[in-house]
């Protein structure tokens, strides 16, 4: 569904530089200064324990606005922006993991990132298939402009109020940035991953999802 050829976005992402990422993220969000590599600022994103209790940010997403991509017993969440190109990465990348990780992720969208970003993750929320609405999203991802193709709309009040509570879960993480990735390890405990990952460390990862 998404092209394989990540290479050349991955090194426009990174030539980007990491001042996109302190410019865009708030909430004591320091990135990695020393990283030269996309592979050395995906390795000082390995997966860390939430701020708040595991056990509270696991019931909250439960109970959150999202939608899902497969059935597999292994569960990811992500949070993402439609207007965050290191979301748009991730989602391509986790694709043809989808099937053989046996993954369930489940899209927890938040709009912060532009002025559009509200109305577009709206757009894909009130979507009679919102799973499809994505895909139209990230097909016409504009990487100049950082810009999701999805057309904005005005949230209903309960979409309104839905984004605004999965907003609530993002920052509880302690971490205000996307994307960000959580899910249940071999212990039963929440683990989180801000930013995006490389196709070794990502692989990594996800060895750990109980």
Not at 60 to 76: E, K
Not at 110 to 125: D, H, M, N, R
Not at 171 to 187: I, N, R, W
Request: charged share 15%.
């Amino acid at each position: 569904m998404f092209s394989s050829a990540l290479t050349g976005k991955k090194s426009w992402l990174f030539s980007m530089g990491l001042a996109f990422s302190m410019a865009l993220v708030t909430s004591g969000f320091s990135p990695p200064g020393q990283a030269s590599t996309l592979g050395q600022m995906a390795a000082s994103f390995a997966p860390k324990s939430t701020a708040t209790s595991s056990a509270q940010i696991w019931q909250r997403l439960n109970d959150a606005r999202w939608f899902v991509q497969g059935s597999g017993p292994h569960i990811i969440y992500l949070i993402f922006d439609p207007n965050c190109p290191y979301c748009h990465l991730l989602i391509q990348e986790l694709q043809p993991l989808i099937k053989p990780d046996q993954l369930s992720i489940r899209y927890v969208p938040v709009g912060f990132l532009e002025p559009s970003s509200t109305g577009k993750a709206a757009a894909i929320l009130e979507a009679k298939n919102p799973l499809k609405a994505l895909w139209e999203n990230e097909k016409g991802f504009t990487e100049k402009g950082h810009d999701g193709a999805i057309q904005e709309i005005l949230p209903s009040t309960a979409t309104e109020k839905a984004l605004k509570n999965n907003l609530s879960i993002l920052e509880a993480t302690g971490q205000k940035t996307v994307p960000t990735m959580l899910y249940m390890d071999s212990h039963n405990q929440a683990q989180i991953v801000w930013q995006v990952l490389d196709a070794k460390n990502l692989a990594q990862t996800l060895k750990g999802i109980h």
